[in-house]
């Protein structure tokens, strides 16, 4: 499967963002999708996953309560939108899907099988 993400840009702290994560390919397989993301000079950062079905959701401490992942199954889309922006919250953006079960990705880039190509949040403050 492809991934794309898109919907980075340049903001200012307490604005939002949506990112979208569109997959192409093998999408009828259903895949755990989750966003991660790296800022210059640190590793890349677990933020959200959904399950297959939508119905789990899970977040890193950082973002939760600020940020919601969801997904579109008619669209094979994933998104996260992104409320009260902080300027650490700059980063490039990634989204990943992931065959193996839901409760073994949480919080870990490691079973992810496929990977889109990073979008770039910038957050002024």
């Known amino acids: 499967v492809q991934l794309q993400a898109s919907g980075g840009g340049l903001v200012q702290a307490g604005d939002s963002l949506r990112l979208s994560c569109a997959a192409s390919?093998?999408?009828?397989?259903?895949?755990?999708m989750g966003w991660f993301r790296q800022a210059p000079g640190k590793e890349r950062e677990f933020i959200a996953a959904?399950?297959?079905?939508?119905?789990?959701?899970g977040y890193a401490d950082s973002v939760k309560g600020r940020f919601t992942i969801s997904r579109d199954k008619a669209k094979n889309t994933a998104y996260l939108q992104m409320n009260s922006l902080k300027s650490e919250d700059t980063a490039v953006y990634y989204c990943?899907?992931?065959?193996?079960?839901?409760?073994?990705?949480?919080?870990?880039?490691?079973?992810?099988?496929?990977w889109g190509q990073g979008t770039q949040v910038t957050v002024s403050s």
């Open positions: 959904i399950s297959r079905a939508g119905v789990n959701t």
């Open positions: 390919g093998r999408t009828d397989i259903r895949y755990v």
């Open positions: 990943a899907a992931a065959t193996a079960p839901f409760a073994q990705v949480i919080n870990t880039a490691g079973p992810y099988d496929y």
